[in-house]
């Protein structure tokens, strides 16, 4: 019987390090432009999040976010 190491083979796992690098590299993307979006004075986080959820739900979908590029 193969133990959980050996089921997944070295290509899966050079590809999920991939994935988790690229996730990463992203994620500081995100951060840089979320710090340069705050330091603008006419930047209102609450008034944007309220922009987006019109509907007034609290939380923010991907399809509000697709209704409001539109």
């Known amino acids: 019987?193969?133990?959980?190491?050996?089921?997944?083979?070295?290509?899966?796992?050079?590809?999920?390090?991939?994935?988790?690098?690229?996730?990463?590299?992203?994620?500081?993307q995100i951060e840089f432009s979320r710090q340069n979006?705050?330091?603008?004075?006419?930047?209102?986080p609450y008034a944007s999040f309220q922009r987006i959820d019109r509907a007034g739900k609290g939380f923010i979908s991907a399809k509000d976010i697709l209704n409001f590029v539109r």
């Open 1 to 28: 019987m193969l133990s959980r190491q050996q089921e997944v083979s070295m290509v899966t796992k050079k590809k999920l390090a991939k994935l988790l690098i690229h996730t990463g590299e992203v994620e500081i």
């Open 37 to 44: 979006l705050c330091k603008a004075p006419a930047f209102e």
